[in-house]
């Protein structure tokens, strides 16, 4: 017989914490997702043709690359650890620098950045970039993706990912609202403006070669007539022999009462090269890279080419490395303690506004030693509380009262004597 305690509290059912509406994204769980944009001419039409979307990239990637980096742990700053280590050589093929290039180019081009660790004794020992056209994302039924799968050459491999959300592919993506599963990318939203320059430049191109237009009109006067014999072989001369830029400036032959008329660039041409010019700026909009850190003539937001760096690092670069030290600190430096942040006091153009404030905080009559030393990143200093003003800043009440020096003067010495040598007027 099973005896049952009448005073026990019946035990609770185990909680489990879930998103009530996660599992309505999901409409086939289990079946592999894939980005639905052809990354292939993001990146042969965006990288590989378009020169501003290029340098685009490459300056943002650069600009993260060359971010020095510190562990912290609690409030001490480590010179050396294992993260530290990781991050100047994440694998054997490449070195800190090509990697964290070649993450930041897959997230501006793709909008999403896998990164694979690879760990040895629960420890991570190396890193690499997997490319994200070759990943796709298995969906779990709670709204959560339950592997990743790498395919290339026909072969795949699945990396699956834990209850608590745990794995060992890190995928850091852009804000996407009409996709739940791969982020947006600058190259996508800034397709038109890359399409136009694209196509203003091979516009340019031909008008370079002569082949768009003719440079000029070859007129016969009305007595002469060419048959089709003398007219094919006049053309094929003319684009053998005087087309394309190898033959500018040839002199021209011509027979039979022939004229030639001199041509100069439409007003559409003339329009092309402006809008070649309009597209590349909507290009470096679309990265957040001011046009005049790409050398794009047109009306320059800022007044000097310091102010351009420094917007620069504050709206795009900045922004993406807070976006990068959240997502290592969460699946790298957290499970070890510690915290990795970026070294900004070696930023160049951080450095230089830094300057300024400290040179304001210096020249401010109205903050006390400690206070500047707080703005200027420094520690506190004793007997740094004290205000300190110059000697000809007084009040009219403290120049009327009687000086009291404090260190014993005979109580006949004249307080106008005294106020004469303190450098006032005497009362």
């Known amino acids: 017989m099973k005896f049952t305690n009448p005073f026990r509290k019946p035990a609770e059912p185990i909680a489990t914490k879930e998103s009530a509406a996660a599992h309505l994204l999901v409409m086939s769980p289990g079946q592999a997702v894939w980005s639905p944009r052809d990354y292939k001419s993001f990146a042969q039409e965006a990288y590989g043709q ?16 060359s971010v020095d980096w510190v562990v912290v742990r609690g409030e001490t700053e480590l010179t050396e650890h294992p993260i530290l280590q990781l991050l100047r050589r994440p694998n054997p093929q490449q070195s800190g620098d090509e990697f964290i290039r070649a993450m930041v180019s897959f997230y501006l081009i793709a909008g999403n950045a896998f990164t694979e660790r690879v760990q040895v004794g629960g420890q991570t020992r190396e890193l690499y970039q997997l490319r994200p056209d070759r990943m796709s994302i298995t969906p779990g039924t709670n709204g959560a993706p339950t592997a990743y799968t790498y395919s290339v050459n026909g072969k795949k491999v699945q990396f699956p990912v834990a209850d608590d959300g745990s794995s060992d592919i890190w995928h850091m993506k852009a804000f996407n609202p009409l996709n739940d599963w791969y982020g947006l990318s600058p190259v996508e939203a800034g397709a038109y403006a890359i399409d136009q320059s694209n196509e203003a430049m091979a516009w340019m191109q031909a008008l370079m070669q002569n082949s768009a237009r003719p ?12 048959s089709d014999e003398s007219f094919n072989r006049l053309k094929a001369q003319i684009d053998e022999q005087y087309s394309g830029s190898a033959n500018a400036g040839r002199p021209m032959l011509l027979e039979g009462g022939m004229d030639w ?51 620069f690092w504050e709206d795009t670069v900045i922004p993406l490395l807070d976006l990068i030290v959240a997502d290592w600190n969460m699946w790298l430096a957290e499970p070890q303690g510690v915290t990795l942040a970026p070294n900004m006091d070696k930023i160049p153009a951080i450095v230089e506004k830094r300057q300024t404030l ?18 200027m990143g420094y520690g506190p200093t004793p007997g740094g509380d004290v205000l300190l003003v110059p000697s000809g800043m007084i009040s009219l009440a403290d120049a009327t009262t009687p000086l009291d020096l404090g260190i014993g003067l005979p109580d006949e010495v004249d307080q106008k004597a005294l106020r004469l040598i303190a450098g006032y007027d005497a009362a």
């Open 358 to 375: 400290w040179q304001m905080a210096e020249a401010s009559t109205s903050l006390t030693i400690n206070e500047k030393r707080e703005a």
């Open 215 to 226: 440079s000029g009109a070859l007129t016969v006067s009305p007595d002469n007539d060419l």
């Open 261 to 311: 008329k001199q041509m100069g660039m439409s007003p559409t041409d003339m329009g092309i090269i402006e809008s070649k010019f309009s597209a590349a700026r909507d290009v470096a909009l679309a990265f957040g890279v001011p046009p005049q850190l790409l050398g794009i003539p047109g009306d320059n937001t800022y007044s000097n080419y310091a102010e351009a760096r420094l917007a």
């Open 50 to 65: 378009n020169v501003v979307a290029y340098q685009s990239v490459n300056r943002i990637a650069d600009a993260i690359a």
